[in-house]
DNA sequence: TTTGTTTTGACAAAAAAATAACAATTATGA
DNA sequence: TCATAATTGTTATTTTTTTGTCAAAACAAA
């Protein structure tokens, strides 16, 4: 077992997008590639695609190139996009509802399984077939389901006390909304969507741009 | 004018965090800080910190530290902050509704001045009091109307069409929160937000935490 | 004023990431 | 079957990014 390296945060945010490139050729058909042509395709160099690739192990084959459904199923393996994950949302508003009412993660493997609130508003709605419960009902809901993540889109203000809220209950795996960092446990996943973040980079940029100046 | 120091997007992707931070700490009523705690409470190293802010300039003083506010005036200018741009929202969808509603991106600069769609389910509709027009109209609505910003939130099959209209139009900014990597030209700037990808990777770091791997 | 402490800004060093190079291997076509 | 072209996996090199160091500057207290 002393074959432990560890693989950079930069390679793994990699390989979604490899994912959905990969994805996209089965769709056209496409039943090989070589390093060079999906360096092409995806912008960037076929040195950095072999190289990520070798992180996990030999998929391709010398004067051959890669097997694109074969390479896609290792990287699925690789995502985890094998197994599933049981999710909840805490937030029935605005971002919560697009969620629970967006079908492609369940193909992807994350499944809504349960949609929180406590504002009386929204408690008992139903969205996308699953009935909006209120908090009080999580622990109890934890104990008899599953629950491997949960996506915060609640209020900013409130989203400090709902983490801590749904950790406790043993939920190890949180995708956070709110444009705040989360300080939690070690064990605990965060992975936060900044929004207000990447539109202010979009800001950035396109004011750099008609200042005349490149960003890259 | 030899004094073009290209700054680095790894720097760039920082400065809203610093942003946020900064906000806070106004709040707390927090005048002055040091590289030192603010990188305590940022989690990242006070030399990081002072690197980044040193490629726009000497903000601190020995001694002393930073000004809060005014650190906070100098990171708005370099974001545009300062400035307004104007937005259009595309697809009044899901996602499209979420956006339109959020209050906040105006306070950030953002003013979405427009909702465009296809639907005849959405077109005339109203969202938080701005009309959801047709597609047709938005040639006329960009002569008459400037648009920095085109927000698209449009079925994957058809942001590729859709993001070349508006860059026809003239649009120079893109926020696509398509599952898609856009080309388009130079001159046209496009930031994704890849919400799949980066659920993805929450349930890569869950998976490998669970096998007792740690992910950095 | 003087002295000791704090803290920046600049530079140097280290680490990480990206790119390039190339031997080894395989496919392909004569 | 054999020679040639293609293409990987791996190692080396370069570039970028992060971290560490320290003199100089400013503060604070005596
Ligand atoms: N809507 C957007 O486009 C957008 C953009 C960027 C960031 N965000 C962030 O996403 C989060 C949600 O935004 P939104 O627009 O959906 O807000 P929203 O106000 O529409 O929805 C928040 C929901 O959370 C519920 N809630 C409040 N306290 C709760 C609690 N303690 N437990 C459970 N539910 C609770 C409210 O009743 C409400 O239904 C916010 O942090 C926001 O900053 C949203
Ligand atoms: N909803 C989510 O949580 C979520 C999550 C991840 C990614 N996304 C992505 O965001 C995009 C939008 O998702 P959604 O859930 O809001 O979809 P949606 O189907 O709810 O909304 C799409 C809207 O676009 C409109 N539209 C279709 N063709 C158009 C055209 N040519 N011009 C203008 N408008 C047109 C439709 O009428 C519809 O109102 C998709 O690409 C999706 O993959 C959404």
Redo the contacts with the bound molecule.
Sequence with gaps: MAEEKKI????IR?LPRYFRYLSDLMKLDIKR??????SERMQ?????I?????CF??????????NVEYLYDEISKILGTDRRFSCIIVGAGNMGNALANYENFSKRGFDIVGIFDVSPDKVGTVINNIKVLHMDMLPEFVKTHHVDIAMLTVPNSKVNEVAIQVTELGIKGIWNFSPTDLRLGDDVIVENVHLSDSLMVLGYRLKESMEGRKTS
């Design positions: 950079s945060m930069a390679v990699r590639i070589s390093s060079k042509e999906l960037i160099t076929a040195s950095q072999r190289q990520d690739l070798n192990g030999g998929f391709g084959q010398q004067g051959y190139g890669y």
